[in-house]
C-alpha cells in the first residue's frame, strides 16, 4: 500500500488512530451468529460512508479496530444516534427484515463512521463495550 496518510500543521505531524465503533442492541437477546450479522452489516455501512481520509487511514494501518458498544433498547440506539449527530458524528441504524429470530422492522445496530480516537474517543467513553449475559446450563447424568 501507499504511505501512511498523516495531517499536519506548523508544529507537528498527527498520525491518526483510527476506530470504528458499532452499537448493539441488548434487548433482543440475539444469538451470536444473528449479532454476529448485524454488526457485520453495521461495520459495512459505517465503512463505505465514512470519510475517505479516515477510512484509508483504517485500511493503510490495517488494524480495522472496531469496538461494539452495548445499547440496551431500540430507543437507546435512536438516542446515541442523536447523541452523536449533535457532535457531527455520523452514524447508521441497521432494521432487521424479520427473516429469521427478529421481529421485522426492528432496530438492532448501530454502526459509527470511522473517527479518529484521539480526537473523538472521549466522546464514546461514558458507553459501554457490550458483554453478553452469562448463562451456565448443568446437566446431571443420573
Same mark, same amino acid.
Given at each position: ?12 505531524? =498527527? ?9 448493539v ?15 457485520? !452489516?453495521?461495520a459495512? =455501512?459505517?465503512?463505505?460512508k ?16 472496531? %469496538?461494539?458498544?452495548e445499547?440496551?433498547?431500540?430507543? !437507546? %440506539? ?7 449527530s449533535?457532535?457531527? *458524528?455520523?452514524?447508521? =441504524? *441497521? *432494521?432487521d427484515?424479520?427473516?429469521?429470530? *427478529?421481529?421485522? !422492522?426492528? %432496530? ?10 484521539? =480526537?473523538?474517543?472521549e ?10 449475559? %452469562? ?8
Amino acid at each position: 500500500m501507499g504511505s501512511n496518510p498523516t495531517w499536519s500543521n506548523k508544529m507537528e505531524t =498527527i498520525k491518526p488512530n483510527p476506530v470504528m465503533y458499532i452499537f448493539v442492541n441488548k434487548s433482543l437477546g440475539m444469538s451470536p451468529g444473528k449479532m454476529a450479522a448485524q454488526v457485520a !452489516h453495521a461495520a459495512v =455501512i459505517a465503512s463505505d460512508k465514512s470519510n475517505p481520509e479516515m477510512r484509508n487511514a483504517w485500511n493503510e494501518y490495517g488494524f480495522y479496530t472496531k %469496538l461494539v458498544m452495548e445499547a440496551r433498547d431500540s430507543n !437507546h %440506539l435512536e438516542t446515541i444516534m442523536k447523541y452523536l449527530s449533535e457532535r457531527n *458524528i455520523r452514524s447508521w =441504524i *441497521i *432494521i432487521d427484515e424479520g427473516r429469521t429470530e *427478529i421481529k421485522k !422492522h426492528t %432496530l438492532t445496530a448501530l454502526g459509527v463512521e470511522i473517527v479518529d480516537k484521539d =480526537i473523538k474517543g472521549e466522546i464514546f467513553k461514558s458507553f459501554d463495550l457490550y458483554k453478553p449475559e %452469562l448463562t451456565i446450563t448443568v446437566k446431571w447424568n443420573d
